[in-house]
């Protein structure tokens, strides 16, 4: 049978191959060209991919699918340092301890006026609940916050339209405050909170408020923009609020809820008094450009509003069957669910949910938060769009894209009268897509990307393990047309985006020297030295094409505990010196023009051992090497160093 099919399909291609050949040829190279960008000229959009269980983001030129960067988040990365490095280590506290790793979803670019502003981009931490923010101009991670009060941060980071928050939520309810329950008692001891965390001043970000939620899966969120700014939705699941065998237990209700939250009336609530400070341990970490290096600040407390004593805050909007995606349209007018069991795709108006609340159009009340009745707020329905859909973007043209997870193919439908125009396969299981800008009031259009989270067949087989695809398909013209197939790092649920024209002149070529207030800074070899106190030993080092000073170093014993701070005195774009010893535990450090980093090294016997520059910097990278020499604890061999002649000051 199967031979027989296969026998099938390619006597048809042949047919297709012999009789059409040429205008086949055609259009492939007419394909091929779309995504073609010459050696040495850029791409025209950056997007951002999250990395999934890596922890972080990768960043592609689009359209031509190459790689440009791999951005260290939540994780430690060997090749960098990062959360290795002495000054990147507080980037991973929390209130549990140094966490370095996560599981990273959602990537959103600010916005000013609904529109990306090329700044900074966000990202959620999904496990142990965090948001990191990563500077545009260096192409880093700079901030992370924890969030309290918290389980599983999904429906994060999702934005306002002018970056005012950036929000967060509870997939997991937990007991709040966290204590010792048993499980069986969800319903009385389980809550969810939504967050919304200031986001508009680099390092400063604050959870402002927190708003109590019964205790269901809150999935996603979108936050409007225009006539919907001052709002924002997330989607929940496993109303039934089981707390186990979900796939069947959470699957009971015909409907679930989009959660409509007004933060403007949240805010006021607060300048009213109407919350409750209460106690929860947090952290704040930042990266500080001029002393290299992040500091971490513990929180103590958060406001947390009750929507019973905030009336107005929140509304539930009833939404077929556990939902996952909740998008607005690029007008915000129109809120899209993506109800992953259901058979329509509900797509409700803004305008008619404020008349519905206005007109107290309501079905019931769960905890103070009052549940609006359907009909009063839907647009209309998508009928039979595919098999789970799941999310949603808009071209800025009146249409939206639903991905489809169950039937792998994405559906095209006029958003104002839910009439499907197109569709488009996606090979295979797609979860999330991207409109370039589509989330944005002013969405590029032109180019669609489908994340697929199962690949088998489409590429040489690398064991059991398949990296998962990014689709590149061309919607300018009435039809979707899929251009091209790249592959991407970690498990990328979302990416973002943006015009490059709205990065790339801003981007960072080097740290000013004369800004660096690193402690251990040295702005050149005249200063490089080495200091003990007591059992460790500072090594300020210094690194230029092609030698490190001091490259010698000997008085060291076993026992002391050294730490190489590694100070790169070039001023150049794209010199930087790496920094490797034998021994080192865990990682090399990679240090970028007029910056400082350090490596801590603990010496276990005596020898020398050698370290060396790792990238290769210039045609005498090889040359750029030294020696660190190790004797027995107690020894008296003197502290000596030097690059060079051994220098007479250094001898004594
Ligand atoms: S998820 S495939 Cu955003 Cu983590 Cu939807
Ligand atoms: Cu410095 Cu190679």
């Not at 100070?567 to 774009?573: I, K, V, Y």
């Amino acid at each position: 049978m199967r031979n027989f099919l296969v026998g099938g399909i390619t006597l048809i291609m042949s047919g297709l191959f012999l009789g059409c050949a040429p205008k086949k040829e055609a259009s492939i190279s007419d394909v091929a060209s779309k995504v073609y960008v010459a050696p040495g000229s850029h791409d025209e959009f950056y997007v951002f991919f999250s990395g999934g269980f890596g922890g972080h983001v990768t960043v592609y030129g689009i359209p031509s699918g190459r790689i440009l960067k791999v951005i260290k988040v939540f994780q430690q990365d060997p090749e960098t340092g990062w959360g290795y490095s002495e000054e990147t280590k507080p980037m991973l506290m929390t209130s549990l301890g140094f966490i370095p790793w996560d599981d990273t979803h959602h990537p959103w670019l600010s916005q000013t006026n609904g529109e990306h502003d090329g700044r900074w981009l966000f990202i959620n931490a999904n496990n142990v609940p965090r948001i990191a923010r990563i500077d545009l101009r260096t192409f880093e991670t700079t901030e992370i916050i924890e969030i309290p009060n918290s389980g599983g941060n999904h429906p994060s980071p999702y934005g306002t339209e002018n970056t005012e928050y950036v929000v967060a939520g509870t997939r997991f309810s937990v007991p709040i405050p966290q204590r010792d329950v048993p499980v069986e008692s969800f319903k009385e001891n389980f809550k969810g909170t939504i967050s919304f965390i200031k986001a508009n001043e680099p390092g400063k970000m604050d959870v402002a408020f927190q708003i109590l939620m019964p205790g269901f899966n809150y999935d996603l969120a979108r936050c409007g923009r225009g006539p919907s700014h001052g709002w924002c939705f997330f989607t929940s699941y496993n109303t039934e609020q089981a707390h186990t065998l979900l796939e069947v237990n959470a699957s009971q209700n015909d409907k679930d809820y989009i959660a409509a939250i007004n933060w403007k009336r949240a805010e006021e609530c607060v300048a009213q008094g109407k919350y409750k400070e209460i106690p929860a341990t947090y952290y704040h970490n930042y990266y500080d450009e001029e002393k290299h290096m992040a500091i971490s600040e513990v929180k103590k407390s958060v406001k947390m509003i009750d929507p019973k004593e905030c009336p107005g805050v929140a509304y539930f909007l009833p939404t077929p069957k556990s939902p996952h995606g909740v998008d607005v349209s690029d007008d915000g007018e129109y809120i899209v669910g993506g109800g992953k069991l259901a058979a329509v795709i509900p797509i409700f108006s803004f305008s008619k949910m404020l008349k519905a609340i206005e007109q107290k159009a309501f079905e019931k009340e769960i905890d103070g938060i009052p549940v609006l009745k359907y009909d009063a707020v839907l647009n209309c329905e998508v009928e039979k769009p595919c098999l789970g859909p799941l999310h949603t973007e808009f071209d800025g043209k009146g249409y939206a894209y639903t991905s489809c997870f169950v039937s792998s193919e994405i559906v095209k439908y006029e958003y104002k009268t839910c009439k499907v125009v197109d569709r488009a396969p996606a090979y295979y299981s797609i979860g999330h897509l991207l409109v370039m800008g589509g989330d944005t009031r002013k969405p590029y259009g032109k180019y669609m990307i489908a994340m697929n989270k199962i690949t088998k067949d489409r590429q040489l087989p690398v064991g059991p393990e398949l990296l998962q695809s990014a689709q590149l398909y061309d919607i300018s013209g009435d039809k979707i047309r899929l251009l091209s197939e790249f592959y991407t790092l970690g498990e990328p649920h979302y990416a973002q985006g943006i015009l490059a024209s709205k990065i790339k002149d801003n981007v960072a070529k080097i740290y000013p020297l004369e800004k660096n207030k690193h402690p251990f800074a040295v702005k050149s070899e005249k200063e490089a030295r080495v200091e003990r106190k007591g059992n460790v030993v500072h090594v300020y080092m210094s690194a230029i094409r092609s030698h490190f000073t001091p490259d010698n170093i000997e008085g060291v014993r076993v026992g002391d505990t050294v730490y190489f701070h590694v100070t790169n005195l070039e001023q150049d774009w794209d010199i930087p010196h790496g920094f490797a010893i034998m021994g080192a535990e865990n990682a090399e450090i990679l240090i970028m023009p007029g910056q400082t980093k350090t490596l801590k090294w603990v010496p276990k016997a005596p020898g020398v051992y050698p370290f060396y520059c790792t990238d290769f910097c210039s045609a005498l990278h090889q040359e750029m090497q030294g020696y660190i020499r190790v004797s027995p604890a107690g020894s008296n061999v003197p502290l000596k160093y030097y690059t060079g002649l051994p220098s007479p000051q250094a001898q004594k």
